[in-house]
């Protein structure tokens, strides 16, 4: 088992900039890809980053990509989301989430592959 409990979360204006970050503790080294995925009220959880375990291959989705890094502190078993020129769309519960297998090739930020999920943080992006 895995547990995840992501941290820092809240409101920024538009342009502003958030760093999440997502403590991870059990069995981490099972895992082959940890994730952000967000999701708003009517719509489904949509992925918006990917790191493979060791760090060497990200995958971000199109709606954000250039305004976000997703990076991992090994020695603190912590992942990482910083996200930049935020826009109001931007807002919503971003989740960490972590997969115990391979993904396989173009699904890395589809929700059903990934098998542990943190409580999820509030994100608002607001004038």
């Known amino acids: 088992q895995v547990q995840l409990v992501e941290s820092g979360g809240g409101s920024v204006q538009p342009g502003g900039s958030l760093r999440l970050s997502c403590a991870a503790s059990?069995?981490?080294?099972?895992?082959?890809?940890t994730a952000w995925f967000r999701q708003v009220p009517g719509k489904e959880r949509e992925g918006v980053a990917t790191?493979?375990?060791?760090?060497?291959?990200?995958h971000f989705a199109e709606s954000m990509k250039g305004r976000l890094s997703i990076s991992q502190d090994r020695a603190k078993n912590t992942l990482y989301l910083q996200m930049n020129s935020l826009k109001i769309e931007d807002s919503g519960i971003y989740y960490c989430?972590?997969?115990?297998?391979?993904?396989?090739?173009?699904?890395?930020?589809?929700?059903?592959?990934?098998?542990?999920w943190g409580q999820g943080i509030q994100v608002t992006v607001s004038s």
């Open positions: 989430a972590a997969a115990k297998a391979r993904i396989p090739y173009s699904l890395w930020l589809r929700a059903n592959w990934y098998n542990y």
């Open positions: 790191l493979y375990y060791d760090g060497s291959v990200t």
């Open positions: 059990g069995n981490i080294n099972e895992l082959y890809w």
